[in-house]
């Protein structure tokens, strides 16, 4: 028996230009503002922890960094198993971020209710990106 993998996709224009995107994806201080506290960094093999609240911490591992334009992830390695890439395009005076998380094992209990929640919190947490950048252009 193969595990079904799914993936979530979600694309959201973002009114700043990608090196400001960029810093809102890696910058440890600004992560934290819109998503989650953790010492995430643009380093391939940079390992670090994301504190997401009721749902723990979670480890993961930069598996590939073109700055400014893509940055991937591993994401809860011996649980969910998943990866988060973040791709960048310049898109008139802003952004278009695109985001998969894929992996989801749908065979599993933990992977298929993972998958039905982040699939409803993506799009809200990639709104609250702009927003985070907003308060710190002021």
């Given at each position: 028996?193969?595990?079904?993998?799914?993936?979530?996709?979600?694309?959201?224009?973002?009114?700043?230009?990608?090196?400001?995107?960029?810093?809102?994806?890696?910058?440890?201080?600004?992560?934290?503002?819109?998503?989650?506290?953790?010492?995430?960094?643009?380093?391939?093999?940079?390992?670090?922890?994301?504190?997401?609240?009721?749902?723990g911490h979670?480890?993961?591992?930069?598996?590939?960094?073109?700055?400014?334009?893509?940055?991937?992830?591993?994401?809860?390695?011996?649980?969910?198993?998943?990866?988060?890439?973040?791709?960048l395009e310049?898109?008139?005076?802003?952004?278009?971020?695109?985001?998969?998380?894929?992996?989801?094992?749908?065979?599993?209990?933990?992977?298929?209710?993972?998958?039905?929640?982040?699939?409803?919190?993506?799009?809200?947490?990639?709104?609250?990106?702009?927003?985070?950048?907003?308060?710190?252009?002021?």
């Open positions: 028996m193969t595990a079904e993998l799914r993936t979530i996709h979600c694309d959201q224009f973002i009114a700043h230009p990608p090196r400001a995107v960029w810093r809102a994806l890696t910058d440890p201080e600004l992560h934290a503002r819109w998503w989650a506290a953790g010492d995430v960094r643009a380093e391939v093999g940079h390992r670090f922890t994301l504190d997401m609240g009721q749902w979670q480890e993961c591992e930069v598996l590939a960094v073109e700055p400014e334009r893509l940055l991937s992830y591993s994401f809860a390695p011996g649980t969910l198993d998943t990866t988060v890439t973040w791709r310049a898109e008139g005076t802003g952004t278009r971020l695109f985001l998969d998380h894929a992996g989801f094992d749908l065979d599993s209990p933990l992977g298929k209710a993972a998958f039905e929640g982040m699939g409803r919190g993506w799009p809200g947490l990639l709104g609250r990106i702009e927003p985070a950048l907003d308060a710190t252009a002021r």
